[in-house]
Structures are given as structure tokens and as C-alpha cells.
């Protein structure tokens, strides 16, 4: 079966309605004209879960977060050029959008998130502060603070992928993103 980015999507929305569980932090990084990007991020697994059923729990704004628990980071030490848009150096947070034409979007905002203990009564104490991204309603509280929306380009992955991956690759004039889970990837070129 091959896997959309919008299956993808769906299952990331719907981990973040399940009951909590830490799930296990993933790391990515990539040097671009000498200096260190990094990339932060939680691995939600398939878990033989069928994605065209969670599609059906993407929300409205169709915007989920890249990955699962607290937000997911972009860090860079030097400016960048993503999509032909200029990014300052600094710390960013990530979501993709995923319009109803299937295209698929990254997208970069200063807004790092909001404290788990703000929205969940019930956060265990050690994670209370942790940053947590904007679910289902991104639209409405940071879309403001946004400061790229670029365009990815649909792949399909050589083998399935259990647990959500993101990947930075070096490329000639920089690196890559690409992220990753069941039979699809997506992917945008950056470089400074």
C-alpha cells in the first residue's frame, strides 16, 4: 500500500489526541556553509495502525506538527534560504501544511509553543514546562508569527518506515529535508 503525506499527516494528528505517552526523541543535523542545523523531533510509529482511517482526524486548519509530544525544532547557526526565502540564524518551530489540493508545505515559525501543563491539566510534573506545538488550531494562535511557508516535494520511500523520520542530507549547496514515514517522504532543498 502507498502511503500519502496526508495518511502521514493524519497519523500525526492523531497521536497528538491519544493519551500521553513520551515517545521517543529523534535528532537530525547537517552542517550548510560551515555552520551546524539541527532539527529536534518526537517518533511516532505506525504500529500497524491503518493511516486512511486517521485521515479522517485532520483538522480543519489541515496544519499538523512534524512529529509528536513537544514541538518540533529547526536550529541554525547561519542564515538560510529555504524555498527562496531568506531565514534569519535562530530557533524555529515546524509543522507542514497540508492543503485539501495535496500539496504539501513546511512551514517555519517563531512561536517555539506552549507549556504542556497550559493545556493539560494533567501533565506529569517533569514535563508540565516542556513546549508543546499548536494542534488544530495554529491558525487561530500563531500563524502570525510565521516566517516561511514553502512547498515540498512528494517522493515515494524505497521501503516503508515505521517510525516518523526527519533526515537532514547534505547536498551540494546545502542540505535537505526530507521527512519520512510508511511509504511516503517529502522533501526541500535548502541552502545559504
Not at 500497524?48 to 512529529?67: F, H, Q, T, Y
Not at 538560510?80 to 489540493?101: C, F, Q, R, T
Not at 516566517?147 to 535537505?176: N, Q
Amino acid at each position: 500500500m502507498r502511503m500519502s503525506l496526508s495518511q502521514v499527516a493524519a497519523l500525526v494528528a492523531l497521536t497528538a489526541t491519544t493519551a500521553f505517552a513520551e515517545s521517543e526523541r529523534g535528532t537530525a543535523s547537517a552542517t550548510v556553509a560551515g555552520k551546524k542545523v539541527s532539527i529536534d523531533y518526537g517518533r511516532p510509529a505506525l504500529k500497524g495502525r491503518p493511516l486512511g482511517e486517521l485521515i479522517k482526524n485532520l483538522s480543519d486548519d489541515r496544519v499538523w506538527r512534524a512529529g509528536d509530544d513537544q514541538v518540533t525544532t529547526i536550529t541554525t547557526e547561519t542564515d538560510l534560504e529555504i524555498g527562496g526565502k531568506k531565514v534569519k540564524a535562530g530557533k524555529y518551530s515546524v509543522y507542514v501544511h497540508l492543503p485539501a489540493d495535496g500539496s504539501r508545505n513546511l512551514l517555519l515559525n517563531t512561536d517555539l509553543g506552549q507549556p504542556l501543563g497550559k493545556i493539560w491539566a494533567q501533565a506529569p510534573e517533569k514535563m508540565a514546562s516542556e513546549p508543546w506545538p499548536y494542534i488544530g488550531d495554529y491558525q487561530a494562535k500563531v500563524a502570525a508569527k510565521e516566517v516561511l511557508r514553502a512547498p515540498l516535494k512528494k517522493e515515494v520511500a524505497t521501503a516503508p518506515v515505521d517510525m516518523f523520520t526527519i533526515d537532514l542530507v547534505p547536498a551540494a549547496a546545502g542540505a535537505s529535508l526530507r521527512v519520512a514515514w510508511g511509504e511516503s517522504t517529502a522533501k526541500h532543498a535548502f541552502c545559504r
